[in-house]
Structure formats: C-alpha cells, structure tokens
C-alpha cells in the first residue's frame, strides 16, 4: 500500500510540474540555490539588480536640458562622434541644452570601436574641462568613452588599468562619486544606455577588453525612436545582432548561484553575475522582438514601428545581460575585432579596418550554441522556437543544431558574410584569435560548458563557414 501511494505521489507530482507555469521567471529552477550565509561557501548564492533610470518616447531627447538644469549642472560635456556631431540627434540635444541656458562644451572625438589610446584622449579632455555633468549621444563606442571619462575624471590620480578587468587590469571596484551621465543611445544594439559597462580596444595586446562596474552606469538613458531612422540598413543589422546575442548569451548563462566565487563582500559581486530569474524575463522579450521586428527594421528605414520596437529590445536586453551577463560570442568576438585585417564594413563611415562589434559577436553563434546546448537543452530550444524553428517534435540531444541551423537561416536572410573567412580570416589565424579569447574570463567564465584551448580553436574552425 506504501509503494501504491509514493507512486501516486510521484505521478501528481509529475503532473504538477507539467503543468506549472511557463513564463520565464517559473519555467526553469533557480530554488536549488542553497541559501546560506556568504561565510564559508565557493559560489554565490545572491544576484543584484542595477540599471540605469530609463525614459522612453518620440522626441523625448527635447527633455535633456530640463533635466540637467533640474540636476543643477552647470558646465556640460556633450560627447559624440564626427559623423553623428552633424547629424539631427546631437543638434536636438544641443538645441535643448542651449534654450535651456546650460553651459556645454562638445566632444567630438569618439573613435568608433575605441581604443585605450581614445579612451585616454578623451579622459585628458574632461580632466581640463572640469564637467559636472555628461551627456553621451551615439552608439555604444560614444557612452563607453563617455563612462570611462567620468571614471577616470572622478579618480584623477588611478593609473589607467587601476579598473580595466583582470586580468589584462587590476579589476579594482570603483568607490569613488562619479557626475551624472545622460544617454542619449542612436542604435539599437549595444544597451549601453543601461549597464555599468565600457569596452575597448588595448592596442598593445590587440584584443578588447573593458571596465565593469555598476558605479559607471548612466544616470538616466533617454531611448528616442526617432534617432533609429538615421541609421543605415547594415547598422540596423550589425547593433540588431548585437542585441540578439545579449539576449540568447544572458539566457543561456552559467546560473548565478553556480559562479565562483562568492564575494566576501557586495562591493565585489560582479555586475555579469550569470542567468537568473529577473534578467531572464527582459532576455526573453527582446529576443521575441528581435524575431519579430529586425528583419522588418533592416530593410525598410521608414518602418518606425519596427525600429522603434529594436530601440526598446536594445534597452531589454541591456538590462538582462547587463546583470547576467554574455559568454562565448562576446568573449570569441574580441579578437575578431581586435585582430581586424583590411575588412571595412559597408555602411559605416570610417578611416579604418572594422568589424562592427554585432557582426564579430554573431558570426560565431552557430557554433557557440551547438557547443552549450548540452548543459541547458531546454532553454536552447525555447530560443529556437522563438526564432521561429518548429521545435514540436525536437529531440533534447538535438537542441545546439536546431537553434544553430535557426541562427544559420536568420543570417542568411540579413544577407551576413558568410562566416569568418569572409571577414579575412583564415586557419592560420586561430591559434592568434584563441589567444585573445582567453584573457576575456569575465564572460567567458559564464558560459555554461567549461571551455579548453582546444574547444576553442575548433569553435573558431567551424565558424569559418556559415552556410
């Protein structure tokens, strides 16, 4: 009678489970995290989440000077770059700054993709300016100059890799006040507007790497849809990879309670802190608008709907990676920038080699998620189905190639290069491109399936070709 009733037992609780609620937040079991005290245990068993204050609407840019005069700033430094400084979104700001008698000065210096050496110029150019506040209008290479600026402006006497990540940087918390910084984001892709994060080139190692901390945040990210109409259909695609792969890697991450270590103090809990309940649900949703609406921002300029609803994405999936995390697309994409050849991209007006940051992340995501699906399946084929694969009849053993065949056609449709061949590079190059993926243990860490050299250098072969 005993064996009869545990065996009804175990069948309610397996029909309970079946039917348990499948939003984002209850789908998956984070509850195995044991919670106790920080003392004594090697993973953490907390996650925080920060973000930046975010303000959303068409022409809501006209408010910037309001609110900085509302902040008392009283000498402003408006930082973009030369081809946006001649474009609408930096003369709405200026001309809101100016009716509402704010004092500024314009830096238009901003290198896209920066460097250390940027960075650097134009953290001389704030030192001297003695700015109170900040106003960041551009992509993601503007409000990470931007963020650095006010750091190192902040902490005049920090030696330069004082916060750079270890370990290519010493990774010091920030404990020092920084000025308010208002985001005025124009792509949709990085969600920099959101997170405590900067990235750059260190020229000296030719890889990139960054500054991560939520002390570097923005103060307020002001997300006007009228900027996407400016962009160029290879930006719209480049920025919508971008915000794909924070989506799908944030998701996909090693689970918060399963990092190592377990910070001896919160001043040390990192912002990427791996996948967890809440940065799952903004995951998620940008990943459905993603499917929905790139392809129609891409090829259409004048769909306002879609590049609108792209400009929210980019801020959905800053909010969830800029608290989980990315992993091996991120970590993999720094030397392919980094490493750059002769490859300039079309669309993008500039006077070097370039590989757009979203390219260089989702030209390996085939391979990435064929290589993770084993440690998460389910959630592997959850994102598939979203990209629109037909998962009805899906094996678990079978999720990485599904999701990676899904991804293939999704490229193809965009009209992507046809994998890293096509960028310039060859076999030859991979020792020098794992190489530089190895110092990016921040994200790469995060990846749910421990990775060796030699994991990598056959993720960089199979991502040679895509199709």
């Known amino acids: 009678m005993a064996a009869a009733t545990r065996a009804r037992v175990a069948h309610l609780l397996r029909q309970l489970q079946r039917a348990a609620c499948q939003c984002p937040t209850h789908s998956h079991t984070y509850s195995q995290a044991p919670g106790f005290a920080p003392s004594g245990k090697t993973t953490d068993y907390a996650f925080e989440m920060a973000v930046s204050n975010i303000r959303y609407g068409a022409g809501v840019t006209k408010e910037v000077g309001m609110d900085l005069q509302n902040m ?81 402006a902040s902490s005049p006497h920090s030696d330069f890799l004082d916060y750079v990540n270890a370990p290519i940087g010493k990774g010091k918390p920030v404990s020092v006040p920084l000025k308010p910084l208002i985001a005025v984001p124009t792509t949709s892709g990085t969600g920099s507007e959101t997170t405590g994060v900067a990235i750059f080139d260190y020229e000296h190692l030719k890889v990139k790497t960054g500054i991560a901390s939520r002390a570097i945040k923005p103060t307020l990210g002001l997300i006007d849809p009228l900027h996407t109409l400016h962009m160029p259909d290879r930006v719209v695609a480049n920025s919508g990879f971008d915000v794909l792969c924070h989506a799908l890697e944030s998701y996909t991450a090693l689970p918060y309670h399963m990092r190592s270590p377990c910070p001896s103090n919160p001043i040390t809990r990192p912002a990427y802190q791996g996948s967890n309940p809440i940065s799952d649900i903004w995951a998620i949703h940008a990943l459905r608008i993603v499917a929905k609406y790139l392809k129609r921002a891409v090829r259409n300029p004048d769909d306002l709907e879609a590049r609108s609803n792209m400009h929210l994405a980019s801020a959905f999936a800053g909010i969830g990676f800029g608290n989980a995390g990315v992993h091996l697309c991120h970590g993999m994409s720094y030397p392919i920038s980094g490493l750059v050849k002769t490859y300039k991209a079309k669309d993008y007006n500039v006077d070097h080699p370039l590989v757009p940051h979203g390219l260089s992340v989702v030209l390996t995501s085939p391979a990435v998620f064929t290589f993770t699906a084993q440690m998460s399946p389910e959630r592997h084929l959850e994102t598939a189905e979203i990209l629109g694969a037909d998962t009805r009849t899906a094996r678990i053993p079978d999720a990485g190639p599904i999701l990676a065949d899904t991804l293939r056609k999704f490229l193809f449709d965009l009209d992507v290069d046809d994998g890293l061949a096509a960028i310039g590079y060859s076999k030859a190059d991979i020792p020098a491109l794992v190489k530089g993926t190895l110092p990016q243990e921040r994200v790469t860490k995060l990846a749910p399936r421990p990775q060796s050299e030699e994991d990598l250098s056959a993720l960089f072969e199979a991502s040679m070709k895509l199709y």
């Not at 030369?82 to 474009?87: A, D």
């Not at 896209?112 to 551009?138: C, H, L, N, Q």
């Open 72 to 152: 008392g700033a009283k000498n402003v430094c408006l930082m973009t770059d030369k081809n946006l400084s001649q474009l609408p979104p930096v003369q709405m700001v200026m001309d809101s700054l100016v009716k509402n008698g704010i004092r500024f000065k314009v830096y238009d210096n901003v290198r896209v993709e920066p460097t250390d050496r940027s960075f650097m110029e134009a953290i001389e150019f704030v030192k001297r300016g003695a700015f109170d506040a900040f106003v960041a209008v551009g992509g993601g290479s503007t409000m990470d100059t931007c963020k650095a600026a006010n750091l190192y």
